[in-house]
């Protein structure tokens, strides 16, 4: 007879494992389903002024009319969708290549933003959203007591 120590947390982390192991598949089953749906997810660069929060989103090949920008609450949407068709043709050579894909990307916003005052420029492939701030009276007054 072999004696074994007893370790009673080796259960309990090969059930975590079996756990991890279940839900990694879970997300790599959607992933595969979304890339199907989603082929085209855009690259954004965010930066912080004094006055604005500018979000800077690059959209190759998508037209500015294919584009909508959405408020509500404080989680602004940019969605859209990217159409291209390149086509070749010689004597005796044909070829299409089509590059497509619906995008949504979302951004939580900050509390003291001026949503009203919300400004988009489409240049060059190129959305820069800038989201200005609210001023924020940070001076200090004595209140005299009646």
Known sequence: MLVKRYEPFNDIRRSFDLVNAIINTIGEQATAQQEHIVDFRPKVNTRETEDAYH???????????????????????????????????????????????????????PEKVDIENIEAEFVNGVLEITIPKLKVDNSSKKIEIK
Do not use: C
Not at 56 to 79: A, H, R
């Open 55 to 109: 979000i800077e989103v690059e959209l190759p090949g998508v037209k500015k009319s294919d584009v909508d920008i959405s408020v509500d609450g404080n989680i602004l949407t940019i969605s859209g969708e990217r159409n291209i068709k390149e086509e070749f043709k010689e004597e005796d050579y044909h070829r299409v290549e089509s590059r497509y894909g619906v995008f949504s990307r979302s951004f939580t916003l």
